[in-house]
């Protein structure tokens, strides 16, 4: 398995839709995160997640809900979207500790378009 | 709002040149930058990362560091197709890893 894998890798829903996207790392990393990554704009930071606990949320609509069962898994879960959520969601892990801080790990992303 | 700055090209270079990346940060309290390359399609993978002011070498890429102007930029010497890629600056905004990326520089190599 490659360290950090995304599913689906793409998606395509309605605004009324309810739907999941899934990360999991392979690497024994103890932080997880969401970026969404729009089209000419810089990565945008969403969640964080440090030993399963969620330590940051940036401003982002309740319609993403993120989940984070163990220190491997991530979820984003979606509902209610508008297409202006339409954009590439990446999933990162990386170690808080040791000399490598501020590596993050990407996987290769799931692309949603909301319709 | 801490922001980052990039110009967002395309920087065009002939094969075998140098290719000069460069990035402003807005916190000058930031510590610790880092310079992630993103392939089209793909997702960034880290090439380099920088604490101290100065220089540092890996490779055919050098990142330098100047924290009271505010300024990194990135050195690519000797530049290959296969380097034509989007090269994202970023800045560590606290703890956990957060990073502050800027929105990327595309670099176009040609033969």
């Known amino acids: 398995e490659t360290g950090v894998t995304q599913t689906p890798r793409h998606l395509v829903m309605g605004m009324t839709n309810k739907k999941s996207l899934k990360c999991e790392q392979h690497?024994?990393?103890?932080?997880m995160y969401w970026y969404k990554q729009s089209a000419k704009k810089p990565l945008e930071l969403m969640f964080v997640?440090?030993?399963?606990?969620?330590?940051e949320n940036n401003s982002v609509p309740s319609r993403f809900s993120p989940e984070c069962p163990n220190s491997s898994h991530l979820f984003l879960h979606l509902h209610t979207l508008q297409p202006e959520d339409s954009a590439l969601y990446l999933c990162?892990?990386?170690?808080?500790?040791?000399?490598?801080?501020?590596?993050?790990?990407f996987g290769e992303g799931s692309r949603l378009t909301v319709l | 709002q801490k922001e980052v700055e990039q110009n967002s090209g395309p920087l065009s270079v002939p094969e075998g040149a140098i290719a000069s990346l460069n990035c402003t940060y807005s916190?000058?309290?930031?510590?610790?930058f880092f310079w992630y390359r993103q392939y089209s399609g793909k997702s960034p993978e880290l090439i380099m990362f920088?604490?101290?002011?100065g220089d540092k070498e890996d490779g055919r890429f050098t990142a330098q560091l100047n924290k009271a102007s505010q300024y990194v930029s990135l050195l690519i010497r000797d530049s290959q197709p296969s380097d034509s890629a989007t090269y994202l600056c970023?800045?560590?905004?606290?703890?956990?890893?957060?990073?502050?990326f800027g929105a990327g520089t595309r670099l176009a190599v040609h033969p």
């Open positions: 990162a892990s990386s170690q808080n500790a040791g000399p490598n801080t501020g590596e993050l790990f």
């Open positions: 690497l024994g990393h103890n932080a």
């Open positions: 997640y440090s030993l399963e606990e969620r330590v």
């Open positions: 916190d000058r309290g930031s510590q610790s």
């Open positions: 920088i604490y101290s002011n």
């Open positions: 970023a800045v560590k905004a606290g703890g956990y890893n957060k990073l502050i």
